[in-house]
């Protein structure tokens, strides 16, 4: 059967923004936990939508209380309501963050900001912990399995030196899809074409665990996930938070069905 045809149509409003001069995303999410600014959200809209309309609203629906104010505006609209992405840095990422923050403290995790992972610990095919810096001090932490997420070329997961040679940057594991630059400079002059890096990262087995070039898996519980996956282009195919959260996922789920 053919789809059915979609149309949208916008709807301004100016609902009131006092004398703040904050009229971003982090901004309008905090209005939106107002009970008067909903109010006012809603009276400007109620007459303007049609019977069997769908409104969606840009991703900025509440912070800390995104979803009472989801369900408030439903109600009261008697419509369904949704949201549509906008670019980082968004509203639903840093509500994932507190989320998934909030979910690990709760558990017992510990997060460590300002730490370098400078390298790691590994005996007999495991890695037995990973080595941190901070203010010129190492410290080693141990554990009975890793992720690692330390990203691509941009991020610095992925290094490049002066002489062009190219390392994965804690574990120094192998890496896929390296291009043939023949000598060239491996960047194009470009920045939006899709550089010869781009693909280069991590090959991994079916649990996600990094494989050597001839396919044996380099340490038994080490998986990887995000962009230090070889093959994916993520800023090109918008896929980035995607690929994250689902590789990273599904570690977890390997760690546990390992454990």
Do not use: C
């Not at 909030?102 to 095919?125: D, F, P």
């Amino acid at each position: 059967w053919p789809a059915p045809a979609v149309s949208a149509r916008a709807v301004e409003l100016s609902p009131p923004l006092g004398r703040e001069a904050d009229v971003g995303g982090l901004g309008f999410a905090r209005r939106f936990e107002e009970p008067a600014f909903r109010d006012a959200v809603v009276r400007g809209l109620a007459e303007r939508v049609e019977q069997y309309e769908r409104v969606g609203f840009p991703a900025v629906l509440g912070l800390r209380n995104a979803g009472e104010v989801w369900r408030e505006l439903e109600s009261r609209l008697e419509r369904p309501v949704f949201e549509v992405a906008t670019l980082p840095p968004s509203v639903s990422g840093i509500r994932l963050y507190e989320a998934m923050t909030a979910a690990l403290r709760q558990t017992g995790g510990r997060i460590l900001l300002g730490s370098a992972v400078i390298g790691a610990e590994t005996e007999n095919g495991r890695v037995k912990g990973v080595v941190t810096e901070a203010a010129a001090r190492r410290t080693s932490h141990r554990a009975g399995s890793f992720v690692l997420a330390s990203g691509g070329f941009a991020a610095g997961g992925i290094q490049v030196d002066s002489y062009g040679k190219i390392r994965e940057a804690v574990f120094d594991l192998p890496l896929a899809g390296l291009p043939k630059t023949n000598g060239r400079p491996p960047f194009l002059p470009t920045y939006l074409e899709e550089q010869p890096l781009d693909r280069v990262g991590v090959a991994v087995d079916d649990r996600l665990r990094p494989t050597d070039a001839d396919g044996p898996t380099r340490y038994e519980n080490l998986y990887a996930a995000g962009a230090t996956l070889a093959g994916a282009v993520p800023w090109q195919e918008a896929s980035g938070t995607g690929l994250s959260l689902a590789s990273g996922y599904a570690a977890a789920k390997a760690i546990l069905e390992g454990s």
